[in-house]
């Protein structure tokens, strides 16, 4: 399993970032997948999950400004931020949690390396 981030970097408050997340190795379209996101000193927080049948639900601090979405053809997980906040600055990772391990009989959490984002004002 491979969930690999892309689409970080330096943007002005206010604006947007279009975050991918590309997985392999894994029946993407059976599982829900997630974004999380960590800043310096703080506990790492879920910002956005899309289950498998396209269900959405987002942290209070990015409704309404934020926008997961799946393509299961191409088994990539997107997220959509706009209106861009200073305190939105964080490595933001991808997961699949729970996925079948068939090797070791196990579901596993799986988490992409993230891609940085990083908001000035």
């Known amino acids: 399993v491979q969930l690999v981030e892309s689409g970080g970097g330096l943007v002005q408050a206010g604006g947007s970032l279009r975050l991918a997340c590309a997985a392999s190795?894994?029946?993407?379209?059976?599982?829900?997948m997630s974004w999380y996101r960590q800043a310096p000193g703080k506990q790492r927080e879920l910002v956005a999950r899309i289950d498998r049948d396209g269900t959405t639900n987002y942290a209070d601090s990015v409704k309404g400004r934020s926008s997961i979405s799946r393509d299961n053809a191409q088994k990539t997980v997107y997220l959509q931020m706009s209106r861009l906040q200073t305190e939105d600055t964080a490595l933001y990772s991808c997961?699949?949690?729970?996925?079948?391990?068939?090797?070791?009989?196990?579901?596993?959490?799986?988490w992409g390396r993230g891609t940085q984002v990083t908001v000035s004002s």
């Open positions: 190795g894994f029946s993407f379209s059976l599982y829900g």
């Open positions: 997961s699949a949690p729970a996925v079948w391990d068939g090797a070791l009989g196990i579901r596993r959490d799986y």
